[in-house]
């Protein structure tokens, strides 16, 4: 699953929203990423992130697709947001949801 956003998400029900679906899996791997509040030794307090939702979509199918075929994956989802972002808010959400692990980690 894609979602591509403004607004905030919250990480354990989006991840539980998924699980529920699937009594198979038994391994979820997730990585969020956040504002900082530096960045090449200039303070930051926000960040403004365009997208052009169209073609943010396709690359973010290809890379599932990808990862689909070399692991052994039951869903993925990828939040992605866009707007003025302050320090310390999550930018990005990327689980990946399988039987075992290792696929998961991998």
């Given amino acids: 699953m894609i979602k591509i956003q403004k607004k905030d998400f919250n990480v354990e029900k989006e991840i539980s929203s998924i699980k529920k679906l699937y009594s198979s899996i038994g391994a979820v791997t997730s990585f969020t990423g956040y504002v900082r509040d530096n960045n ?8 403004n992130l365009e997208v052009y939702e169209e073609m943010a979509y396709q690359q973010l199918e290809k890379i599932i697709k990808k990862a689909n075929i070399k692991w052994n994956l039951i869903d993925t989802l990828i939040i992605h947001r866009y707007g003025n972002l302050k320090v310390n808010e999550k930018i990005v959400l990327v689980a990946s949801f399988s039987s075992h692990r290792k696929d998961s980690f991998e």
Avoid: K, R
């Avoid at 090449?40 to 960040?47: D, E, F, H, L, T």
């Fill in 40 to 47: 090449n030794n200039a303070n930051v307090q926000s960040i």
